[in-house]
């Protein structure tokens, strides 16, 4: 590899993991083409990627950037996953691939600048994914108005049930 092609892959690792919100470091030694295919696949259908690099490429990648806390850490053969939209489901679909995979682990990991350790991530992957926070803050705030509403409708029917027991009560006399 001459040194125009190393550049052009340390620029474009870097500009990914710029955009990144979370960055795995992986270890893939003896997994098939296939598998590793099927872990690709996975990541991009929830807006992640996957790249193999040399530790020294990623290391110069990393320098600078958000994820820097990973750059002195690249140790043996390791891939890089890159998740842009939802780092819980990227944690999600790693630790799931993991489960699958006998030769995958997970190493550590950067989210957004902050380091995490295996262990880290997969307590990360246990949390809901971006959509369901989504849904539960959705949810409370609908219930406070729904409640409010809720609270003058029964005062109303309250006070007609009042109104109505004193037209009876007159209606009677």
């Known amino acids: 590899m001459n040194r125009s092609d190393k550049a052009a892959i340390i620029e474009r690792l870097k500009s990914h993991a710029e955009n990144a919100s979370i960055a795995v470091v992986t270890d893939f030694k003896g997994m098939p083409v296939e598998k590793m295919t099927e872990l690709r696949c996975a990541l991009r259908d929830i807006g992640g990627e996957y790249h193999v690099v040399k530790n020294t490429l990623a290391g110069i990648a990393f320098t600078g950037s958000q994820h820097e806390v990973l750059s002195s850490k690249l140790?043996?053969?390791?891939?890089?996953?890159?998740?842009?939209?939802?780092?819980?489901?990227?944690?999600?679909?790693?630790?799931?691939?993991?489960?699958?995979?006998?030769?995958?682990?997970?190493?550590?990991?950067?989210?957004?600048?902050?380091?995490?350790?295996?262990?880290q991530v997969g307590d990360?992957?246990?949390?809901?994914?971006?959509?369901?926070?989504?849904?539960?803050?959705?949810?409370?705030?609908?219930?406070?108005?729904?409640?409010?509403v809720g609270l003058f409708a029964n005062i109303l029917r309250t006070f007609l049930y009042a109104l109505n027991a004193i037209k009876e009560q007159k209606e009677a006399a």
């Open 75 to 119: 140790k043996e053969n390791c891939a890089v996953a890159l998740g842009f939209e939802d780092p819980v489901a990227v944690a999600k679909a790693l630790v799931e691939f993991t489960k699958k995979s006998k030769t995958f682990s997970i190493r550590f990991a950067s989210l957004e600048g902050s380091f995490l350790s295996d262990a």
């Open 124 to 148: 990360l992957a246990k949390l809901p994914g971006k959509q369901e926070l989504l849904a539960r803050a959705l949810g409370t705030m609908n219930a406070v108005p729904t409640n409010f």
